[in-house]
């Protein structure tokens, strides 16, 4: 399991713009470097990332491999309601991270 950063505040009011923030701990090996013996080492990186809200889609991103290690992202969103801020990271050799945060609404 990697490291996740995610900012994310706990309380917001209705209508509200949040910034959320995140960072993920991720070698992100492009598949096109050699290690020390000349060979080619695999390539390795998180190819899609997809956040929730209200179980609604706030943001998909398909990522690729310029992305640095340790991919990090911030977007907005718009607090409407109490619920379930859910992340999803994927990527290759079968990597899979979920977080989920909650975020309480007032107002």
Do not use: K
Request: net charge negative; aromatic share 8%.
């Amino acid at each position: 399991m990697a490291i996740t950063r995610i900012t994310l505040p706990a309380q917001a009011r209705r209508g509200e713009a949040i910034e959320v923030q995140w960072l993920i701990a991720h070698p992100m090996e492009t598949g096109h470097r050699s290690d020390e013996q000349g060979r080619l080492v695999p390539r390795d990186i998180i190819t899609h990332f997809e956040c929730r809200y209200l179980d609604q889609t706030v943001i998909s991103l398909d990522l690729f491999p310029a992305i640095a290690a340790n991919p990090y992202c911030a977007f907005t969103l718009v607090a409407e309601r109490s619920g379930q801020v859910a992340f999803r990271w994927t990527g290759d050799h079968g990597f899979e991270q979920q977080e989920v945060r909650m975020l309480e609404v007032q107002g």
